[in-house]
């Protein structure tokens, strides 16, 4: 049957890379008589590493091809148990609905599952199931999570109200003392506090008025013995008729999940974008009304003012979303307003990059720079560069993502290393 060693080897190799359980009879028989032909003329033939682990997961024979491409993964155990990277990352996306964070999927994971051999947890370790996901996949489900969360939130309001709408459920608020119905007048916290919806209000309002940078972890519950911080739900629902106050809400909660991002993975590509353009409202009615570009670019290069009627007031758009930066130039068509700009922070649309649209901007504007840094922005100091940065967190070092200098963001001092520049703000108390 096997007419030389070299056929010997690779009927028996063949055999041994195959999954056992899957032998046919001639299979298995050829690989029988290669081991009495070996026993007999005593050959020493080359033998691959025979595999005879098994998915942990899956339960089915790791192959050569899968260790060789580097698609497996050691389990966090003393048993020497494996499994395919994919049957783990299909397993973290079974617990989607449980995805409020990375971490709580780590935990539940190795709740549910244990080593049958050792019996330990913690079997799957938190970097193993971090490398399953990118950055990206990371952001877009615990944002359905927390969409899921606020739906579900939404729906069981509604439900209650629905099903005692005819019942008188009477109830002091607790900042008021008023006796009211909670039906028509009141709401329950998620903490499980209730105040009429008129206080709630005021209460949110005046911490927003009284700071403008407000963080929406600094919006407690207005129960002295309580304190929880308010969930994005409770704040969405409680001033669901104010359009602007969500609006900015959203935003703040935008800007909140991009910085938890960001001190996670500081390496992300991912960038926080505010859209520069304008809209005009109506004042009685609140109607949006969109401003061409053309109207919009000229008003910004000061040629022409944008044309207004009486019940009408021009608005900031300031919609905020994450990016993910992977082009040095990339056009965006904002969602509210419809206005066009370049996502490096360019306020409009450039034929030439982004540095050469800045350095026009600068020398036919002279109001330009300055406006832009008491918003907060600065410009990089490289004279062949001038990209717009703002520093949304962090220390006072800044990096420039075009030409990679280092440079201090209160007064510009710039060098090639970052070492140079944190000396500098150290010396100078920056």
Not at 251 to 262: G, P
Request: net charge neutral.
């Amino acid at each position: 049957m096997f007419e030389n060693r070299l056929e010997l080897e690779e009927g028996l190799n063949k055999v041994f890379q195959s999954d056992y359980q899957k032998l046919d009879q001639i299979e298995f028989y050829k690989c029988v008589q290669a081991i009495q032909i070996l026993c007999k003329q005593r050959n020493q033939v080359k033998i691959k590493q025979i595999t005879s682990m098994l998915c942990y997961i899956c339960q089915r024979f790791i192959n050569q091809d899968d260790k060789e491409q580097r698609q497996i993964s050691k389990l966090d155990c003393n048993c020497n148990n494996y499994c395919h990277k994919l049957c783990l990352k299909k397993l973290i996306l079974e617990k989607k609905d449980e995805f409020e964070s990375l971490q709580k999927i780590f935990m539940v994971i190795n709740t549910d599952i244990k080593c049958k051999q050792c019996g330990s947890s913690d079997i799957y370790s938190f970097s193993i199931i971090k490398q399953m996901l990118s950055d990206k996949e990371i952001k877009i489900l615990e944002f359905n999570y927390f969409e899921a969360l606020k739906q579900k939130t939404i729906c069981e309001q509604k439900a209650f109200e629905s099903n005692n709408k005819n019942q008188v459920i009477e109830f002091e608020c607790a900042i008021c003392s008023e006796d009211l119905d909670l039906n028509t007048n009141g709401y329950i916290l998620q903490c499980g506090c209730q105040f009429c919806r008129d206080c709630l209000k005021q209460h949110i309002d005046f911490l927003f008025k009284n700071n403008q940078n407000l963080e929406l972890e600094s919006i407690f519950c207005p129960t002295v013995n309580c304190k929880k911080v308010l969930n994005f739900e409770d704040i969405s629902f409680i001033l669901k008729d104010d359009k602007q106050m969500i609006e900015k809400l959203e935003q703040k909660n935008i800007i909140s999940m991009f910085e938890k991002m960001k001190r996670e993975n500081p390496e992300s590509l991912e960038v926080l974008i505010v859209c520069p353009g304008k809209y005009k409202i109506q004042k009685e009615s609140g109607q949006i009304i969109y401003i061409p570009q053309d109207q919009l670019d000229k008003e910004r290069q000061g040629k022409a003012k944008i044309p207004l009627l009486e019940n009408e007031s021009i608005q900031d758009c300031n919609l905020t979303f994450i990016q993910e930066r992977t082009q040095q130039k990339l056009f965006h068509k904002c969602s509210k307003c419809k206005y066009e700009f370049c996502l490096n922070n360019c306020d409009s649309l450039h034929e030439n990059s982004c540095s050469d649209y800045q350095r026009w901007k600068i020398e036919n504007n002279k109001d330009y720079r300055k406006e832009l840094e008491a918003q907060g922005f600065r410009f990089c100091p490289n004279q062949n560069c001038c990209v717009i940065t703002q520093r949304i967190y962090g220390c006072n070092r800044i990096t420039c993502t075009m030409c990679n200098i280092s440079y201090c963001f209160v007064c510009y001092f710039q060098a090639q290393t970052a070492n140079e520049v944190y000396t500098h703000m150290v010396q100078q108390g920056h």
